[in-house]
């Protein structure tokens, strides 16, 4: 940053070595602890003003598209209608409940019910039962993966989840519990056992040893991403990306690029986050600059959409798409160019800190002067502390930064998510 840097504060090597230290306990318990995380009603988080909690009740489309539709909410015994566009979000995603996850090329996670029938592969084409979508028969162009054992580790299911969503080479790759990975052509898959065709002969794996399958990414095909389009959850899970979506009496049709058409009863649906629309998220803007004061050789990252240590963001128990992680002390700035009026986020401890760590958030504005105003301190925010909605205003601001700084114990376990951080013009 240039013109009155915005300080960021110093600590001792022997916090750092702290950190490392309790480190390897927090990580264990993470993934029961986000288990045993309260339910939360349905609540909507509009793209300026007070979050609220809300019933859906219909998607009126037209056949336009996520841009135009307009939702239909219960709110205090009363209806009220506005655009999709000017959520946030309704609700939150679901984690996916226990069994197969299948990903598909443009993102969507469908979870497989094998209660009924198990998941097989026939014809070029994946066919399995679902908990809230029936039956699928997708075709192998249109899958990325599929993950049959989740790591019990929170991050470390995050992590592999990235990496099945990554998927390079120019092969079907069967990756097993163990760790070892088989190269070839998947030519079988049923509840038994895999069947891979690799350097000419044929491989027969058990299929409870599998961990999970990515498919050649060579060979996938999907339509582009429509803009906007609409992320929508479920309740076991399964999230969609979906151009359209729209009621049909107690259904919902959901239009996505995978599979057409797909519908699913409206009492499923506990997420809807609108896309690339109305609202101006700071994770879909490259920074003007970044700086984080690193201890011994270590520093830390900032990420877009995850938390800095890459898992998907969450906090109070509660998935969020939208965000950015960072590391105590760090300072995110970005250049703004047109004007905007607030800066809203919810601002909180990741859950991966299991309760850990404390913070203190800033917001600094430079209204073209080079001079830097301090419009937002937050009290002391400390780890297990359910995420705090914040409201900055940003009348006059040609530039903003973002701070966060060490609270008590220097900066120990101080995983800080900006989440659902947006500019309101």
């Given at each position: 940053m240039t013109n009155h840097q915005i300080p960021i504060s110093n600590k001792t090597v022997a916090a750092r070595l702290l950190e490392i230290g309790i480190w390897s306990l927090v990580i264990g318990f993470c993934a029961s602890a986000l288990a045993a995380g309260p339910a939360h009603p349905p609540v909507v988080v509009p793209r300026e003003g007070?979050?609220?909690?809300a019933a859906l009740l219909r998607i009126d489309a037209d056949g336009k598209d996520a841009a135009d539709a307009q939702v239909m909410l219960g709110v205090d015994g009363k209806s009220r209608t506005l655009p999709l566009s000017s959520l946030v979000r309704f609700g939150a995603p679901a984690e996916p409940a226990a069994g197969p996850l299948m990903l598909t090329a443009d993102g969507s996670w469908i979870v497989v019910d094998t209660t009924l029938e198990p998941l097989?592969?026939?014809s070029e084409q994946i066919a399995c039962d679902t908990r809230?979508?029936?039956r699928l028969e997708l075709p192998l162009d249109k899958l990325r993966a599929i993950l049959f054992h989740r790591p019990a580790g929170t991050l470390d299911a995050?992590?592999?989840l990235q990496e099945l969503t990554r998927g390079e080479g120019h092969n079907d790759q069967v990756l097993l519990d163990n760790g070892d990975r088989v190269l070839g052509s998947l030519t079988a898959l049923n509840s038994d056992k895999l069947l891979l065709q690799s350097n000419g002969r044929p491989i027969e794996i058990d299929a409870r040893n599998v961990a999970a399958v990515i498919f050649n990414p060579t060979?996938?095909?999907?339509?582009a991403a429509t803009a906007p389009h609409l992320m929508v959850g479920l309740a076991d899970g399964t999230r969609l990306d979906c151009a359209q979506a729209a009621t049909d009496g107690t259904k919902l049709k959901l239009s996505t690029r995978f599979d057409?058409?797909?519908?699913?009863?409206l009492s499923n649906i506990v997420w809807l986050q609108p896309l690339g629309g109305g609202v101006q998220y700071l994770s879909d803007l490259e920074p003007a600059g970044y700086r984080q004061s690193p201890y011994l050789d270590l520093k830390w990252p900032y990420l877009r959409d995850r938390n800095v240590l890459g898992g998907q963001l969450r906090a109070g128990g509660q998935a969020y798409l939208k965000g950015l992680g960072v590391h105590s002390p760090a300072a995110l700035s970005y250049t703004?160019?047109?004007p905007y009026r607030t800066l809203a986020a919810d601002v909180a401890l990741d859950d991966l800190t299991a309760g850990q760590g404390s913070v203190v958030y800033r917001v600094y504005v430079d209204t073209g002067d080079g001079k830097w105003q301090k419009r937002f301190d937050s009290d002391i925010i400390r780890g297990g502390q359910p995420p705090r909605p914040i409201t900055v205003d940003l009348t006059g601001a040609k530039r903003i930064s973002l701070l966060v700084d060490y609270a008590d114990r220097g900066d120990v376990l101080d995983h800080a998510d900006w989440l659902d951080a947006r500019l309101v013009p």
């Open positions: 007070a979050a609220y909690p097989v592969l026939r809230h979508l029936g995050d992590l592999l060979l996938l095909h999907t339509a057409g058409e797909l519908k699913t009863s703004l160019k047109k």
